[in-house]
């Protein structure tokens, strides 16, 4: 099947079909096989959903091609979309029933913050920057991101469990985080004080 099919597949639509999203670049470090392997469970237990993964794609992710182009041979309905507009990726995000940021280790994790912005809840790793963003924001299931079972648990609840999905969605706090402005304003007044009178 090759790369270009795996970027570039066009996969119908189905009526109430649910998408579960994923953004960033993809990579071994970032674990989106897992991601992989949890939807297409899901998928082949009778779940109406659809998994698409927006970002540019790692030479060592590759690897994993072989095992993707088997699931897409039997149907399993996912997409990897790459060089992806701010205007189209706002529109994925719209149309998402929620995001998936299940990595190992991340400096940050915007994606997290894009998510919960847009009213979606993310699974995202207990681990590091990942945790103290979910918790500081609401709107998360924590998950260890070792665990195959626990992200497909994860997913499997919030396309069942409506009530829950809800719950996520009224406990988000986005007016807790910053803007850019703001971040940068509190940047620029920590840069100018003295060295004696920063706190970090």
């Not at 795996?6 to 096989?33: C, F, T, Y």
């Not at 205007?87 to 990595?103: G, N």
């Not at 847009?118 to 998360?140: F, N, Q, T, W, Y």
Request: charged fraction near 20%; glycine fraction near 6%.
């Amino acid at each position: 099947l090759g790369f270009d099919h795996i970027s570039h597949s066009q996969v119908s639509s189905k009526a109430q079909e649910k998408l579960i999203l994923s953004v960033g670049s993809l990579d071994v470090r970032k674990n989106q096989i897992r991601t992989v392997r949890a939807a297409h469970a899901l998928w082949k237990e009778g779940y109406n959903l659809k998994l698409i993964f927006a970002g540019n794609v790692g030479y060592k992710f590759k690897d994993y091609y072989p095992e993707i182009e088997g699931y897409l041979s039997q149907g399993f309905p996912m997409e990897i979309r790459t060089n992806l507009s701010d205007i189209e990726i706002h529109d994925l995000y719209e149309r998402c029933h929620f995001t998936a940021f299940c990595s190992f280790a991340e400096g940050f994790g915007l994606p997290i913050v894009e998510s919960v912005s847009h009213g979606k809840p993310c699974v995202v790793s207990a681990l590091g920057s990942m945790r103290e963003i979910a918790d500081i924001l609401g709107g998360c299931v924590q998950v260890n991101p070792s665990n195959q079972l626990e992200i497909k648990q994860a997913f499997k609840n919030l396309l069942d469990n409506e009530t829950q999905y809800r719950s996520l969605i009224a406990e988000m706090k986005i007016e807790n985080w910053p803007s850019w402005v703001q971040y940068s304003q509190e940047l620029l007044a920590w840069v100018v004080r003295k060295p004696s009178e920063r706190k970090t």
